[in-house]
């Protein structure tokens, strides 16, 4: 803002942005956008700035196989590029297709130092593998470099629990519960990706841990049950 020239005061009162807890809303301001996108994709006639933006929206909306599809156009153009190999693997993730989500993830680490969000995608589709080593060596190497990014204690303490090391792991996710790091959206998805990964045994055991400190939500233990039946 102070190199476009573009004035800032500081405020005597707190604004409050409410607008991402209308779900319904978002969603149809992401349809809105993706539509958008597509009209700017086709009318570029698949230019690099729009395949990317399609891309990104694509997945904002769940459409999956099409932000892959766009993903691996962008690569062809730039493939080296660390944003298109992270969002790959992230929408390998989502369809939990584990191994090509490692490999991209991976790929995206190798081109950009430090990348933490990349870091942990991979430690999940690791996890959702079974190859719990090679999740923990991944978090434990990439947790000194980034002490105040919270995601990567709370997957510590996930693969603690599933380790069996129970008792670290419950006072790691009290410390996080008391420093006002709401977790229980991120450990459902977890939980989801051991199901997806055939991982069911894990999944129980994380739940069980995770609902005797109060650190899991009634969703996830009805999902469970749900597949467990």
Known sequence: LERCGIPMRDASFVVHHYGYLDDQRQQRKKEYYYELGKKKYDESGGAPHA?????????????????????????????????????????????????QGSTACHRAMDLRENYR???VNAAICEVAQG?????????????????????????????????????????????????????????????VKLVQGGQLQAAQQLVKSAAAGGFCSSKTVEFLKRQSL
């Open 51 to 99: 395949t990317v933006e399609l891309a990104i929206q694509a997945a904002g909306v769940g459409r999956y196989d099409e932000a892959i599809m766009l993903w691996h156009k962008a690569l062809e153009i730039d493939a080296d590029s660390y944003l298109a190999w992270f969002n790959l693997g992230h929408a390998y993730l989502q369809k939990a297709q584990f191994a």
């Open 117 to 119: 969000e990349a870091v």
């Open 131 to 191: 190859n719990l080593s090679a999740a923990r060596k991944l978090v434990a190497d990439s947790l000194p470099q980034n002490p105040d990014y919270p995601i990567l204690p709370l997957m510590e303490a996930i693969l603690l629990v599933l380790q069996g090391e129970i008792e670290t792991a419950l006072r790691q996710f009290t410390v996080l519960q008391e420093n006002r790091i709401e977790f229980k959206g991120f450990l459902h998805e977890v939980v």
